[in-house]
């Protein structure tokens, strides 16, 4: 086992290659769903807000 | 004219639509990523297990199976980029500007993990984490492409005026791709040359060549994945004020 990880003397280098790429398409991935939830909930907001505003407006229409 | 309306005739066109294409690429992207996992620890294990110490370089080739798959779909990416953008020119189809935008993310990435990986195996190799030899220069110019065309785009407001302008950027980098893929022929470079060749048998063991080409496999099906992650980004982002993401959002509840 100790000898696979050592990978005849080139340990750094082969381990920061594959680290790397693991560390990249982890962090895109991380970004996507960020990106994904991010709009999400703006859409979210955007649609609460048009509710609110049509309560009140059929409030208002039906007081007068 | 008369072939887009052929086109659109046999409606070719129907999933060119974003609102239909939204909950379609939503339904894929679990399937590529699930291939993409799969086909990624098949890969590792034959690359990091099952291929034979290589007699030149020991372990350090093992470095390819992730260098040389991820220069690859670098160019790859580039070239499918490039393709959508004209597209979407052409067409003024939004979704194919949309694609090329969701690409370039994850062009640059593989581009700067086949420069990073690059350099690991260039020094104990050759000395060097860098050389100025013309694969590892235009391979540097391409992720400058992938940045420009990026940041040109996010710098106009206007998002169709933002795709129409670095559309441009793309298509006309698509010329240092070829440049790219031939320079180690064309001039005389520290960098080896092609692993594969159409023309001769590959000068490598078969699981070497295996391992590579199903860690190949696995990065393309994980940039579909990913990718149609983010055009769905994208598409809420730019059709916000339509009345089919309002129309989501209410069966959303």
Known sequence: MAEFFAMGGYAFYVWASYGAALLLILMEIIWVRRRLRTILLRLGRMKRMTEVYTEVKVEHETKT | ?253
């Open chain 2, 1 to 253: 004219m008369v072939f887009g309306m052929a086109f659109a005739g046999i409606n070719w066109f129907k999933y060119a639509s974003p609102a239909s294409f939204y909950p379609l690429a939503g339904r894929m992207v679990p399937w590529f990523a699930a291939l993409a996992v799969v086909l990624a620890l098949a890969g590792l294990y034959i690359g990091l297990f099952v291929a034979p110490t290589d007699y030149k370089q020991g372990e350090a080739y093992r470095i390819m199976f992730i260098h040389v798959p991820a220069a690859w779909m670098s160019m790859f990416i580039y070239i499918v980029m490039a393709i959508y953008a004209a597209l979407g020119l052409i067409f003024n189809t939004r979704l194919s500007a949309m694609m090329a935008s969701a690409l370039a993310p994850t062009g640059a990435l593989f581009t700067f993990l086949a420069l990073w990986t690059g350099a690991l195996w260039g020094k104990p190799m050759w000395g060097a984490w860098w050389v100025w030899d013309a694969r590892l220069t235009t391979e540097l110019i391409l992720l400058f492409l992938y940045i420009g065309f990026m940041s040109l785009e996010a710098a106009i407001d206007d998002p169709r005026r933002a795709s129409r302008a670095s559309a441009l950027v793309a298509i006309v980098g698509v010329v240092n791709v070829p440049i790219i893929y031939f320079s180690v022929q064309w001039w005389n470079t520290l960098h080896q040359g092609a692993s594969i060749s159409f023309s001769s048998a590959p000068s490598m063991a078969a699981t070497m060549l295996t391992a590579m080409l199903v860690m190949s496999l696995s990065l393309w099906m994980y940039t579909i994945a990913v990718v149609l992650m983010r055009v769905r980004c994208i598409i809420l982002e730019r059709e916000r004020h339509s009345d089919w993401v309002a129309e989501l959002m209410m069966e959303a509840r």
